[in-house]
């Protein structure tokens, strides 16, 4: 019998909590989805990143700075707005999740 993977959560960070992280959070799950990746997600802004902790999530993409210490590995997805080395940067949200 297989034992079912916990699903792993990515939390989309911009500095709204609305409007790239909308972008990045589309484009993340469409790219994942393809790589038959099944996530959850939440999509919050940047001064709210103190109230997550590591049981929140397993991921930060963030299209902002981060300027807290957090204990959940940040992935700067700027690139993913830009389209300017988006590609590059799916790959690491990828291969993080895959962990």
């Given at each position: 019998?297989?034992?079912?993977?916990?699903?792993?959560?990515?939390?989309?960070?911009?500095?709204?909590?609305?409007?790239?992280?909308?972008v990045?959070?589309?484009k993340?799950?469409?790219?994942?989805?393809?790589?038959?990746?099944?996530?959850?997600?939440?999509?919050t802004?940047?001064?709210?990143?103190?109230?997550?902790?590591?049981?929140?999530?397993?991921?930060?993409?963030?299209?902002?700075?981060?300027?807290?210490?957090?204990?959940?590995?940040?992935?700067?997805?700027?690139?993913?707005?830009?389209?300017?080395?988006?590609?590059?940067?799916?790959?690491?949200?990828?291969?993080?999740?895959?962990?």
């Amino acid at each position: 019998m297989m034992t079912q993977a916990k699903k792993k959560t990515i939390l989309f960070v911009c500095a709204t909590g609305i409007a790239t992280s909308t972008v990045v959070a589309e484009k993340t799950l469409e790219y994942l989805h393809e790589n038959g990746i099944d996530v959850n997600y939440t999509q919050t802004n940047v001064a709210s990143l103190p109230e997550y902790d590591a049981n929140d999530a397993d991921l930060i993409v963030a299209t902002t700075n981060v300027p807290y210490e957090t204990p959940i590995p940040v992935i700067r997805a700027l690139p993913i707005i830009t389209g300017i080395g988006d590609q590059k940067v799916l790959e690491q949200i990828k291969a993080a999740i895959e962990e």
